[in-house]
């Protein structure tokens, strides 16, 4: 059964840094593109970056290019989303999800097939 679980949210100021993590098993990173998304409130669920099983595509939306970078281990079956420069406007629930048969990268969300929980990002002075 493909699971995923995100971790590394939390509470940081505006300017401030965290590392998300989304732990995989049932699956292979080596062949399934792994997207993170994120949901603030009152708001739709948007696609912010995705990377393909060979990394030769790496999305990122143009809201948090040069402070958003996606990353991937392998060995551990983990996917990252090193998130920096945060502004108050990037909190939100972040979740990862992976794409069940097709390899490209996808910002829709109906292009996933699992999910995990989510883990919550709140920027605030």
């Known amino acids: 059964q493909l699971q995923l679980v995100e971790s590394g949210g939390g509470l940081v100021q505006p300017g401030g840094s965290l590392r998300l993590s989304c732990a995989t098993s049932?699956?292979?990173?080596?062949?399934?593109?792994v997207g993170w998304f994120r949901q603030a409130p009152g708001k739709e669920r948007e696609g912010v970056s995705c990377?393909?099983?060979?990394?030769?595509?790496?999305y990122s939306a143009d809201s948090v290019k040069g402070r958003f970078t996606i990353s991937r281990d392998t060995a551990n079956n983990t996917v990252y989303l090193h998130v920096s420069s945060l502004k108050l406007e990037d909190t939100a629930i972040y979740y990862c999800?992976?794409?069940?048969?097709?390899?490209?990268?996808?910002?829709?969300?109906?292009?996933?097939?699992?999910w995990g929980r989510g883990t919550q990002v709140t920027v605030s002075s």
């Open positions: 999800a992976v794409r069940g048969t097709a390899y490209s990268c996808s910002d829709s969300v109906a292009a996933y097939d699992y």
């Open positions: 049932g699956f292979s990173l080596n062949y399934h593109t």
């Open positions: 990377v393909t099983p060979s990394r030769s595509k790496i």
